[in-house]
């Protein structure tokens, strides 16, 4: 599965932006998937995850309220809204795939439960 994550930028505090990751392969369906990041000087932190049926979520505590993940698996898509930015919300930001397609509503926040990852995006939120 080769995964290209895009949508990554420079912000303003307050400001919305939205990731895109494209993935193409093995059957995107089947997938669960997850958005991580990393920031300067820190270690890769979990972002939000989505079950391959799309019916089950999770998130980061700093993120919840504000970002909201999703997926299109007509367009092997998935995607991550990040509104009311902040500058802490400042890294680079991984998709991934979990390619062991358990159960429906299966989701990790574990990056090591990862099979696939995409190159990542940047996203700068300035003060």
């Known amino acids: 599965v080769q995964l290209q994550a895009f949508g990554g930028g420079l912000v303003q505090t307050g400001d919305s932006l939205r990731l895109s990751c494209i993935a193409s392969?093995?059957?995107?369906?089947?997938?669960?998937l997850g958005w991580f990041r990393q920031a300067p000087g820190k270690e890769r932190e979990f972002v939000a995850a989505i079950s391959w049926s799309g019916g089950s979520t999770d998130y980061e505590d700093s993120v919840k309220g504000r970002f909201t993940i999703s997926r299109d698996n007509a367009k092997n898509t998935v995607h991550l809204q990040m509104n009311r930015l902040k500058p802490e919300d400042t890294a680079v930001y991984y998709c991934?795939?979990?390619?062991?397609?358990?159960?429906?509503?299966?989701?990790?926040?574990?990056?090591?439960?990862?099979?696939?990852w995409g190159q990542g995006t940047l996203v700068t939120v300035s003060s």
């Open positions: 991934a795939a979990d390619k062991k397609e358990y159960w429906e509503d299966y989701v990790t926040n574990m990056d090591f439960d990862y099979d696939y």
């Open positions: 392969g093995q059957t995107f369906s089947r997938l669960a």
